[in-house]
Nanobody, 123 residues
Framework: QVQLVESGGGLVQPGGSLRLSCAAS??????????MGWYRQAPGKERELVAR???????IYIDSVKGRFTISRDSAKNSVYLQMDSLKPEDTAVYYC???????????????WGQGTLVTVSS
């Protein structure tokens, strides 16, 4: 089994910054994670991709966060991060970590989701 633990959400004023973190673990040592990303779901809306980054590839972002959010990953720590700057009220949502194609000693997981962390942007 692969588990994800998220942290870093909270309340921030418009224009402020937050950094989300997500660490993956498994029942055996993780050998590779093909794709790591962040999604969000605002009240009354569908879940949407915010950013994702493949192994050895370039990150992609939705248009509304380009230039404000930065996704990064640390393969040694099996972790992905989302640096969010110049936050706006419309960024308020529950943010979910997502990993795809996880190979670990003794198993494989096609996709896993984190538990979600709430980000509220309000004055």
């Amino acid at each position: 089994q692969v588990q994800l633990v998220e942290s870093g959400g909270g309340l921030v004023q418009p224009g402020g910054s937050l950094r989300l973190s997500c660490a993956a673990s498994a029942s055996g040592p993780i050998l590779s994670i093909n794709l790591m990303g962040w999604y969000r779901q605002a009240p009354g809306k569908e879940r949407e991709l915010v950013a994702r980054i493949p192994t050895g590839g370039s990150a992609i972002y939705i248009d509304s966060v380009k230039g404000r959010f930065t996704i990064s990953r640390d393969s040694a720590k099996n972790s992905v991060y989302l640096q969010m700057d110049s936050l706006k009220p419309e960024d308020t949502a529950v943010y979910y970590c997502n990993v795809q194609s996880v190979r670990y000693r003794g198993g494989y997981s096609s996709e896993r989701w984190g538990q979600g962390t709430l980000v509220t942007v309000s004055s």
